[in-house]
Nanobody, 127 residues
Framework: QVQLVESGGASVQSGGSLRLSCAASGYTKNDYIMAWFRQVPGKEREGVAG???????KYRDSVKGRFTISRDNAKNMMYLQMNNLKPEDTAMYYC?????????????????????WGQGTQVTVSS
């Protein structure tokens, strides 16, 4: 059974940095996509960044140049380094995975393509 556990969320001031972590368990192989989504109350969940097992990455435009996604296949871990945080980054951040088979257009970071989800970790950025 696949389980995803996020950590690292916190409250920071605008311009600050945070590093989110996601621990994945239950996978016997690394051939799955890992991604970060975020959601604000009353709005749809949106894809933030994704990474495949070979390190190919995809970001939503609003975080390009500020966020960096990475993964450690040996440890089944994924990370999101968030720099120059802005108040509009405030959200619950979720770890998600997709695989078997891997969605053809996983790079679109569409919620329905991801079948496994963590419980989320809250990021709050104050101005």
């Amino acid at each position: 059974q696949v389980q995803l556990v996020e950590s690292g969320g916190a409250s920071v001031q605008s311009g600050g940095s945070l590093r989110l972590s996601c621990a994945a368990s239950g996978y016997t192989k690394n051939d799955y996509i890992m991604a970060w989504f975020r959601q604000v109350p009353g709005k749809e969940r949106e894809g933030v960044a994704g990474i495949d097992s070979e390190g190919t990455t995809k970001y939503r435009d609003s975080v390009k140049g500020r966020f960096t996604i990475s993964r450690d296949n040996a440890k089944n871990m994924m990370y999101l380094q968030m720099n120059n945080l802005k108040p509009e980054d405030t959200a619950m951040y979720y770890c998600a995975t997709a695989g078997s088979p891997i969605p053809l257009r996983w790079d679109l970071l569409l919620e329905p393509d991801f079948g496994q989800w963590g419980q989320g970790t809250q990021v709050t950025v104050s101005s």
